[in-house]
């Protein structure tokens, strides 16, 4: 609970923010996290958008696909991501065969992430063949953000993690997508791991805000996994990743320090206990 008074409180980005701001042409910031720690730290440095992202498969459960995750599981981090949070815009995705089987089924999987979670928007994965289930969801009052070109979800389908609509048949339909998921009343979308040229043409062809991840410099604005860019995952490096920290081998060098304390005696010292 925030023991802030109201007047000083800072100003909560909604999904209406986010669309002035690619009018305004001010480009937004989104990173995933999954817990409250975590959650808060971004947070408070001024993140616009925090998607806590189904990749919690891969970076907190360990999985090599998103495929496993449950809308349990979804809830859960979402839950802990919303109680660390008091500016940024929380979005949750709905994960795998929770949305897809029936638009009543995907409904009650948003709500539940709505009313237990308390996320304040969903991100399904998905082009034309999902808008109206979409809509409904829209129309039920929940904020939806689309999500085209690699989706993760899909993997056992496309096989492999490359690059997407790199030829004209599926750069057409990406564009046709894009244009039916406005249509269907998303606020925004991502864009993951296409063509810079393709990532511009949607973004110009569409009014609400494009978030790329492997896009391009112009999409409307950028989204990384937390994991990838401190530097955790030592093992993923596409080439759209820039790490900003290397908390890997900082977290390796801190543990070999207390490992070695510990068993020398130096820690705990005499200011460290109690007489
Ligand atoms: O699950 C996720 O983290 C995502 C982002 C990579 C966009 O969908």
Redesign the pocket.
Known sequence: MSTQNKDTRPEKVTTQTVVDMKRNGEKISML?AYDYTMAGIVDAAGVDVI?V???ASNVMAGFDT?VPMTLDHMIYHTSCVVRGVERALVIA?LPFMSYQVTTKEALISAGRMMKEAGAHAV?LEGGESITSTIKRIVDAGIPVMG?LGLT?QSIYKFGTYKVRAKDEAEANQLLKDAKKLEEAGVFSI?L?KIPTSLAKQVTESVSVPTIG?GAGSYCDGQ?L?IHDMLGLNKDFSPRFLRRYADLHTSMSDAVGEYIKDVKTGDFPNEDEQYN
């Open positions: 995933t998607l992202g189904d990749s998103t995705d991100k999500h993760p991502v993951e991840i989204v996994v």
